[in-house]
């Protein structure tokens, strides 16, 4: 029996992995035109140019470059080149594509890639995100075999939120990294999917997404990338009311990562926000504690000052709330974390309700509402809602928490963070 499985085994045709060709097109009507409408100007021009020399030779057959520009193409892009103020950064990408121009059947699509990249690298810097695209998608389609440069066109698709251009380029990483054996393009591009779903609120295709990453990581021994599948699984068994599974990914997450790792601190605050949802208040107040040297942007102290208040809150620390309180109350005036108030806000409201403070709840909770709504944050004020309808009719105005039964396990983990966290230098951010 064992022999024949080897044999049908051995004879099955591999699989031929296909996926639609990515789309390289957003709502631009004329190919490239977002790089004249971002940079402008005489260099805006040759960059447009430039890139559509770029697609024209990659998307033509091998065979057939040889005829595509005109004899002196290379040598009138150069004299342009000359003669525009062409920034230093780009003038070596700008040249190799002229070289491209005058020898396009002698040129290597690694050496069309590279000027690309160097384009993209510069239009990033200087906060040019279309042109940035756009190239690292030319990089893409000259160099077609290399799965890192098809990732890094969904990243950036991604963060200009052109979704589904994103989700194209992912599968096709998938595909080409498949092909070529690239594992580590191959789990990331799976994780970055996973996290598409994620924001979508389909959990079950998330899951599975992260479970391809984990499976691939696994096999190849790549930990750090085990880390990220783990902790994102985590993320996933949290929200869909998972709680010991989450627990044990948040485990194996922090074995995967190792106690030095630069993502632990964001683990770490993930877990123990985790833990104070389900009344666990102080082995989550231990690791907020531990957290407060690896601060490294405002927006991240404020997050983790109102957690940290409603945290000793519940262990009925009413001095170390208050102080908690009055700092949350300083950063909430910076015009650049206004996004985040609303919330940090409603965690000081859950905390002052615990301790009975009902003013100081009521006036955390009217301001977090008002300021939900004004940024359309939908689940912050809901829970806003609640929480001063409770306080408002009477009630016990306790946030809802199904408090877990303490593990030995769970103690272990905070204990694990505590001591990682210490050794670890400061000012890794969460």
């Known amino acids: 029996m064992k022999t024949s499985r080897n044999k049908a085994a051995a004879l099955r045709v591999p699989r031929r992995w296909r996926t639609p060709p990515p789309l390289t097109r957003g709502a631009e009507s004329l190919e490239g035109m977002e790089i004249?409408?971002?940079?402008?100007?005489?260099?805006?021009?040759?960059?447009?140019?430039?890139?559509?020399?770029?697609?024209?030779?990659?998307?033509?057959?091998?065979?057939?470059?040889?005829?595509?520009?005109?004899?002196?193409?290379?040598?009138?892009?150069?004299?342009?080149?000359?003669?525009?103020?062409?920034?230093?950064?780009?003038?070596?990408?700008?040249?190799?594509?002229?070289?491209?121009?005058?020898?396009?059947?002698?040129?290597?699509?690694?050496?069309?890639?590279?000027?690309?990249?160097?384009?993209?690298?510069?239009?990033?810097?200087?906060?040019?995100?279309?042109?940035?695209?756009?190239?690292?998608?030319?990089?893409?389609?000259?160099?077609?075999?290399?799965?890192?440069?098809?990732?890094?066109?969904?990243q950036l698709a991604r963060r200009r939120a052109?979704?589904?251009?994103?989700?194209?380029?992912?599968?096709?990483?998938?595909?080409?990294?498949?092909?070529?054996?690239?594992?580590?393009?191959?789990?990331?591009?799976?994780?970055?999917?996973?996290?598409?779903?994620?924001?979508?609120?389909?959990?079950?295709?998330?899951?599975?997404?992260?479970?391809?990453?984990?499976?691939?990581?696994?096999?190849?021994?790549?930990?750090?990338?085990?880390?990220?599948?783990?902790?994102?699984?985590?993320?996933?068994?949290?929200?869909?009311?998972?709680?010991?599974?989450?627990?044990?990914?948040?485990?194996?997450?922090?074995?995967?990562?190792?106690?030095?790792?630069?993502?632990?601190?964001?683990?770490?605050?993930d877990v123990a926000y985790f833990w104070m949802q389900r009344g666990h208040f102080q082995r989550a107040m231990e690791v907020f504690h531990a957290l407060e040297a690896h601060l490294s942007t405002p927006r991240e102290r404020l997050v983790l000052i109102s957690n940290l208040a409603r945290a000793a809150a519940g262990v009925s620390n009413r001095d170390l709330f208050r102080r908690a309180w009055t700092q949350v109350y300083r950063l909430s005036k910076e015009s650049e974390l206004q996004t985040v108030v609303p919330n940090a806000l409603l965690e000081l409201a859950f905390g002052a309700a615990s301790l009975s403070e009902w003013d100081r709840a009521e006036q955390a909770g009217q301001e977090s509402l008002e300021l939900a709504q004004k940024f359309g944050q939908g689940k912050t004020r809901f829970r806003a809602e609640a929480l001063l309808d409770s306080i408002r009719s009477g009630r016990a105005a306790q946030e809802r928490v199904t408090v877990g039964r303490a593990s030995p396990k769970g103690d272990a983990l905070a204990t694990d963070f505590v001591r990682s966290l210490g050794g670890m230098p400061a000012g890794a951010g969460v």
């Open 36 to 154: 004249l409408r971002e940079v402008g100007g005489e260099v805006g021009v040759l960059l447009w140019q430039a890139y559509r020399n770029v697609m024209f030779w990659s998307t033509t057959d091998e065979g057939e470059r040889g005829h595509l520009f005109s004899p002196r193409a290379g040598e009138r892009r150069r004299a342009e080149l000359d003669d525009a103020r062409v920034p230093a950064e780009l003038a070596g990408a700008l040249d190799a594509v002229a070289a491209m121009l005058a020898a396009p059947d002698g040129t290597g699509g690694s050496d069309v890639a590279d000027a690309c990249t160097a384009i993209a690298r510069w239009a990033e810097e200087q906060g040019h995100m279309n042109t940035a695209l756009a190239y690292t998608q030319a990089a893409s389609v000259a160099s077609p075999r290399n799965a890192r440069l098809a990732l890094a066109v969904g």
């Open 162 to 269: 052109e979704l589904a251009r994103a989700e194209t380029w992912f599968r096709h990483t998938i595909m080409v990294a498949r092909q070529i054996g690239d594992w580590e393009a191959y789990s990331r591009a799976y994780i970055a999917l996973g996290n598409m779903f994620v924001a979508r609120g389909n959990f079950p295709g998330a899951h599975r997404m992260h479970i391809k990453a984990l499976r691939a990581a696994r096999r190849k021994g790549m930990p750090q990338i085990q880390g990220m599948a783990l902790h994102d699984l985590f993320v996933i068994a949290d929200e869909t009311g998972r709680d010991e599974q989450a627990e044990e990914y948040a485990r194996q997450a922090f074995r995967a990562y190792g106690p030095t790792h630069p993502s632990l601190p964001s683990l770490a605050h």
